[in-house]
């Protein structure tokens, strides 16, 4: 007979179960509750059953009251989870100007994520006092609760510093969610912050993973802490020649054609004239960095081609000039001065007569 009971009443706690899934997936589109929603019905069933009888099973019933704690646990978790996505669906990311969305989702994340940790603390707590001997021990451990404080602060120093670090990201706005950071010399995208460690997803899709006391205690740069939008630079090295008009035309033409270009910022300048060289200085922008980074690699691929195809002359050249070297011409000797050895000076003669020998 118990048995029938049991079965009864886990078999009407799912169906309540499930009827009540299909109400909240209408207005949530969101599963999360189901599963665990199984379980916490299922065990909350079996132990009022057994509770109902005069059943001696003190040991089964103590088992039900843990895997009733954990289950609520389970569901209290997913609770939160879906409440937290059904209200970040509707701010929405996928907007131009999407800073204040990105805050609300960091903030949110990290906040929700504090809470399921705090809910497994609490959860484990209730499940140690079911045990009579861990009521017993606790006065013992609130004795010497000093000294286990200070040695868990001192052993968990780094991962308290990463969880107070986490905090103060997630509501210093100093990083958020899809802001485009460079962070050791890479560039890339916030794709997840933890309450300990922050991912970036790098462009070259590859992870870089920092802790969070990383972006309080070191330099970074972040483009999109105010807008996303951003300005960007291409410098070219030219020939003197180079018609600086006609470039500036060409780039304003190309630009207006793009879809990269948002219609802000479309300057051509020589920044520097030294030695061989013109330095021209391109300054667009765009609506994010990725379109930033494409658009730039764009003008400066068009530019070098219209310099090849229209002004050759101006592509960078070494010029060389050969100065004809002057002859020197060494002025001639006196002639009263003759350097001969052998010669008609008197020294010379008296030279010429000791080497030639004596005359036949």
């Not at 592509?315 to 060494?330: D, E, F, H, I, K």
């Not at 003669?349 to 000791?354: F, K, S, T, W």
Request: proline letters at 3%.
């Amino acid at each position: 007979m118990l048995f029938i009971v049991l079965g009864c009443s886990v078999v009407f706690a799912l169906l309540v179960v499930e009827v009540v899934h299909r109400l909240v997936r209408r207005f949530t589109h969101s599963g999360k509750m189901y599963r665990p929603g199984q379980v916490f019905a299922a065990v909350l069933a079996a132990q009022i059953s057994l509770s109902a009888y005069p059943v001696d099973a003190p040991i089964t019933l103590h088992a039900l009251g843990i895997a009733l704690i954990l289950a609520g646990a389970w569901l209290l978790s997913a609770l939160i989870s879906t409440l937290v996505d059904v209200s970040l669906s509707r701010i929405r990311t996928d907007v131009t100007d999407n800073r204040h969305a990105r805050r609300v989702h960091t903030q949110v994340t990290l906040v929700r994520r504090l809470v399921l940790v705090v809910i497994g603390v609490l959860a484990v707590g209730a499940i140690l006092m079911t045990f009579p001997g861990a009521r017993a021990v606790g006065s013992t451990v609130l004795a010497s609760a000093a000294v286990i404080g200070a040695v868990a602060a001192f052993s968990a120093q780094s991962l308290l510093g990463n969880l107070i670090s986490g905090l103060q990201i997630a509501f210093s706005d100093a990083v958020r969610l899809d802001d485009v950071v460079v962070v050791e010399g890479e560039w890339g995208r916030v794709e997840d912050i933890t309450l300990t460690y922050v991912v970036l997803h790098l462009w070259d899709d590859r992870r870089l993973v920092l802790p969070t006391s990383y972006f309080l205690k070191t330099p970074f740069e972040n483009w999109t802490r105010t807008q996303s939008a951003l300005l960007g630079t291409v410098e070219m090295d030219l020939d003197w020649t180079v018609p600086v008009e006609a470039m500036r035309h060409e780039m304003r033409s190309m630009l207006e054609g793009s879809d990269l270009w948002d219609g802000r910022v479309s300057v051509l300048q020589v920044t520097q004239a030294t030695q061989g060289f013109v330095r021209v200085r391109a300054l667009v922008s765009a609506a994010d960095a990725g379109k930033l980074w494409d658009l730039r690699c764009l003008v400066r691929e068009h530019l070098v081609d219209w310099v090849q195809r229209q002004h050759d002359s101006a592509l960078p050249q070494v010029r060389t000039r050969a100065v004809n070297a002057v002859r020197r011409v060494q002025p001639q000797s006196d002639q009263h001065t003759d350097a001969r050895v052998f010669g008609e000076s008197a020294d010379g003669a008296l030279r010429e007569q000791a080497f030639a020998g004596p005359k036949p």
